[in-house]
């Protein structure tokens, strides 16, 4: 059997993806990981009682949209009679299964118009169509889902808050998870309190469900992001293109400088089409918004399930100075672990 041609390796940096709102909107989906995802291939952990209990109170709520409506509250500890609020809100730690559960309750909601994506892709949609016409847009859906909710950026988060509260008035239900800073609102934890100021026109809406649990990836990867050393690394590189992969070849200095001109909600568009992601010469950065811009990149090929290869420093240690004790520190880690299970890709 012939094998297939070697490709020489791309650039990420050399792109510079566009998208019309359209475009962004037909995008509202869960990522390609989770395009099967359902309550029954989850797997909760049984040491953590709050992760099945979670799969079951998203089964009632998933079952809402024909269940008569009876006043009262929904998931409490003590629930008796569930009563379903128009949205729920998932809280706990990165690596419980917070995404695939949302992404289950999208796919058991009722459709055709429904809608998922994190919190940057919808504020982004409000930036290519304008307030109005999102508005128009997603007003009718059944269902929106929004992963990572920010409570980084005031004014994001009250333009957000405008948003869902217009559209649940017209009938849509929401799901999020939440991304809080755990300095503020202890580690892993969302505090009822800080969503009441920030979003408070939102807060009578959701009913918070705590999810309980250690992070998965670490149940099987120890230690730190594979890296390799020069010779290793293009030699990986190599391998990749002569298998007919499309494989990218960057410096790191190379992809932070080019994650600057991009917009977030825009990342998706630089990996398309690629199966391996090369980034040489990794460094520790104290910047801290290069850190930001690249949790958000890693997020993206996360989503897409890419292999990256590195040399250098390992991925999981480029966050330097106080960051691992600051406000991003949730951010930080749901990062490093998700750095070490691409590098660990092979």
């Known amino acids: 059997m012939a094998s297939s041609p070697s490709r020489p390796p791309v650039s990420l940096a050399a792109r510079s993806p566009q998208f019309s709102g359209t475009e962004l909107a037909q995008g509202l989906a869960p990522p390609r990981q989770f395009a099967e995802a359902s309550f ?133 239900r929401l799901a999020a998870t939440s991304n809080t800073p755990p300095n503020a609102l202890g580690e892993g934890r969302f505090a009822a309190a800080d969503f009441l100021r920030e979003i408070h026109a939102l807060s009578g809406n959701f009913d918070t469900l705590r999810i309980d649990g250690t992070d998965y990836r670490r149940r099987t990867l120890e230690g730190h992001a594979t890296t390799q050393d020069d010779a290793g690394y293009a030699s990986r590189i190599e391998r990749a293109a002569a298998d007919g992969e499309t494989v990218s070849d960057d410096s790191f200095d190379a992809i932070i400088a080019h994650l600057a001109t991009v917009h977030p909600s825009r990342y998706i568009g630089l990996i398309e089409g690629i199966d391996r992601i090369g980034i040489s010469g990794v460094h520790a950065t104290e910047s801290q918004a290069e850190a930001l811009r690249l949790v958000a990149f890693i997020d993206r090929v996360y989503d897409a399930q890419i292999p990256i290869v590195a040399s250098g420093v390992p991925l999981d240690e480029v966050f330097g100075g106080d960051m691992l004790s600051g406000g991003y520190r949730k951010k930080y880690l749901r990062s490093m672990s998700r750095m070490m299970a691409l590098t660990a890709a092979d």
């Open 40 to 172: 029954e291939n989850y797997r909760p952990d049984a040491e953590y009682p709050s992760q099945a209990e979670a799969v079951e109170i998203l089964r009632t709520f998933a079952g809402s949209w024909s269940a008569p409506s009876r006043g009262g509250g929904l998931f409490s500890r003590k629930k008796k009679l569930p009563e379903t609020r128009p949205g729920i809100y998932l809280d706990g730690g990165f690596g419980v299964g917070k995404t695939h559960l949302l992404a289950a309750l999208w796919h058991a909601a009722p459709g055709p118009r429904k809608y998922f994506g994190t919190f940057i892709e919808y504020t982004a949609l409000v930036g290519a169509l304008g307030y109005a016409k999102t508005v128009e847009l997603l007003t009718g859906s059944t269902l929106l889902c929004i992963d990572e909710f920010e409570l980084d950026d005031p004014g994001d988060t009250m333009m957000m808050t405008r948003l869902l509260t217009e559209l649940v008035s017209t009938g849509s």
